[in-house]
């Protein structure tokens, strides 16, 4: 369960790293930029588009992003994922796939879990200050590695321990797919400022051993842009669990981004989690690219 809350952590943070950024600094989120290479002196339309650039053929973007997550905790065995994201925008719309592959470090060396695949689709809708980005989309279940011990967190029982041991295999090889909505929403207050919230419901998927619950997912938080190039934001996250009988997980993030180029960019964050459950520090770094 703690390997997909983090997971989940994960998908989370990079729906909030791309809810805003304006690379171009016209005043049009990149998510329905069609123009993402304006000149900072000529005027946009709604579409952050100028008169020289409307007459160019328009493709769309594809945003492609890699990165790391490292988990540390003295209660726990130190964990790290590597991770893929990859973004195709036209328009308003967006499909996107992503996955992440754990690692955890312990005495008896290091073991793997196979990746979950997410894919999902959404459209983002411009109202004055405000965007909205409705998105829906599917989890499929990866494989546990065989030889993958698992650790028993503060909050799971003897039961749930037992079963993670004696069926590791079945777990996520014969789990169904998971299928959610989201709906991100990002308020401009200035140039400078913006609020972000975002809501998650996910559908959980049954394995031949679990039936695990559906649950729901939030965050909270507000950005500001440091410099043109520097973007910073500190939020409140909410991820549910998908047992019955344990709490769900909840931290404190701080995320920034930094733009090198108009095609390349950085971003680091680091969350404390809430929750007794979780791994208390979560450093995540990341390296962007647009095409």
């Given at each position: 369960m703690k390997q997909f809350n983090i997971v989940l952590f994960f998908?989370?943070?990079?729906?909030?790293?791309?809810?805003?950024?304006?690379?171009?600094?016209?005043?049009?989120?990149?998510?329905?930029?069609?123009?993402?290479?304006?000149?900072?002196d000529e005027l946009v339309d709604e579409y952050?588009?100028?008169?020289?650039?409307?007459?160019?053929?328009?493709y769309g973007n594809l945003r492609l992003k890699i990165g790391t997550d490292i988990?540390?905790?003295s209660r726990y065995e130190n964990d790290s994922s590597w991770n893929l994201y990859a973004d195709y925008q036209y328009n308003s719309w967006d499909i996107s796939i992503s996955n992440s592959r754990s690692i955890t470090h312990s005495?008896?060396?290091?073991?793997?879990?196979?990746?979950?695949i997410y894919i999902s689709i959404?459209?983002?809708?411009?109202?004055?200050?405000?965007?909205?980005?409705?998105?829906?989309?599917?989890?499929i279940a990866g494989d546990i590695d065989s030889n993958r011990k698992y650790k028993n967190r503060k909050n799971m029982d003897r039961e749930h321990a037992e079963e993670n041991q004696n069926s590791n295999r079945n777990l996520s090889r014969d789990r169904d797919n998971d299928y959610f909505g989201s709906f991100d929403y990002n308020h401009i207050?200035?140039?400078?400022?913006?609020?972000?919230?975002?809501?998650?419901?996910?559908?959980?998927?049954?394995?031949?051993?679990?039936?695990?619950?559906?649950?729901?997912s939030f965050s909270i938080g507000m950005g500001y842009l440091f410099t043109p190039k520097w973007y910073s934001t500190v939020s409140y996250d909410y991820i549910g669990s998908i047992y019955r009988d344990s709490d769900a997980s909840s931290s404190i993030e701080w995320f920034n981004s930094y733009e090198f180029t108009k095609r390349i960019s950085a971003s680091i964050g680091y969350s404390y989690a809430l929750d007794d459950i979780s791994y208390n520090n979560t450093l995540s770094l990341n390296l962007g690219f647009i095409f």
């Open positions: 998908l989370l943070l990079c729906d909030i790293a791309l809810s805003y950024q304006d690379l171009d600094i016209d005043g049009v989120d990149d998510s329905v930029d069609r123009c993402l290479e304006t000149p900072f952050g588009c100028s008169k020289s650039e409307k007459s160019s053929t328009n988990f540390v905790d005495s008896y060396g290091n073991s793997y879990s196979d990746e979950d959404g459209d983002s809708f411009e109202l004055d200050k405000d965007t909205i980005r409705l998105s829906i989309g599917t989890k207050i200035n140039e400078k400022q913006n609020i972000l919230l975002y809501y998650g419901y996910t559908l959980s998927g049954d394995s031949q051993c679990i039936n695990y619950q559906n649950f729901s």
